[in-house]
């Protein structure tokens, strides 16, 4: 089988040669536009399956576009279809809440007036990025204990990012667990062993500094194994509430 690894890095920053030693493959950085850039590698015929792994730009729908690119071209490509790809906190929350999933409560704020919604919610609340990853623009004083301070903090991420998801604040752990299509049953996926982070002293949330700077940050395997099977159950549940393709990495508190 001859893989294509589509990925944003480069072959001297990210050489996954060791996962592929009984198999033909390339890495290939993508470049923009995304849709002709494609077309043209496809049109060589080398590959049977593609590998995405490209997560696209912060400041366009580079990833999204790709994966669009990948159907249009009728190309076999691993990961999550368009469809699945980037559904809001909102959507997530509203097929949670019909499935019987507890999710937090929230709402997406694009203006001032929008934060009367918060009066509906429980304090500390958590203003996030609209449609939050890798952490992008949570700070320490994202967890908010007061409208004044929620007001600070929305402000913030309204210039940066056009809207913030503002929702309550859940105290305790958290782990996350990969879900991944079985392909003998798209109805029973794969749930694999949830990790837990470990957060430094005084820390309670996965805030920017405590992501990427701060070292004493540990992911470890789950602790408590008597919680492994109900977290692997209502990650498959809402895998499949959310008609999950691919793989996804679900979060629970």
Known sequence: MRICLLTEESIETYNPEKY????????????TPVFEFLRDLSSRKQYDVYLNLFEGMDDDDSGLNLVRALERLNLPFTGADSKFYNPTRE???AIAEANGINFAK????????DLIHARQLTFPLIVKHP???ASTGLI???KVNSFDELKTQFERLLKDFGSARVEEFIEGGEVSCLVADNPDDLSSPYAYS???VIFPEGESFMHEQVKWFNWD???????NQA??????????KMYLAMDGRGYARLICV
């Open 20 to 31: 592929f030693q009984n198999y033909e493959w390339n890495l290939v950085t993508v470049e």
């Open 91 to 93: 959507q997530m929350q």
């Open 106 to 113: 929230g709402f997406n704020a694009k203006t001032g007036d």
């Open 131 to 133: 449609n939050s990853y």
């Open 140 to 142: 320490s004083e994202s």
């Open 194 to 196: 949830p990790a837990e």
């Open 217 to 223: 940050t540990f992911i470890v395997p789950l602790k």
């Open 227 to 236: 919680l492994l099977k109900p977290i692997q159950d209502v990650s498959k």
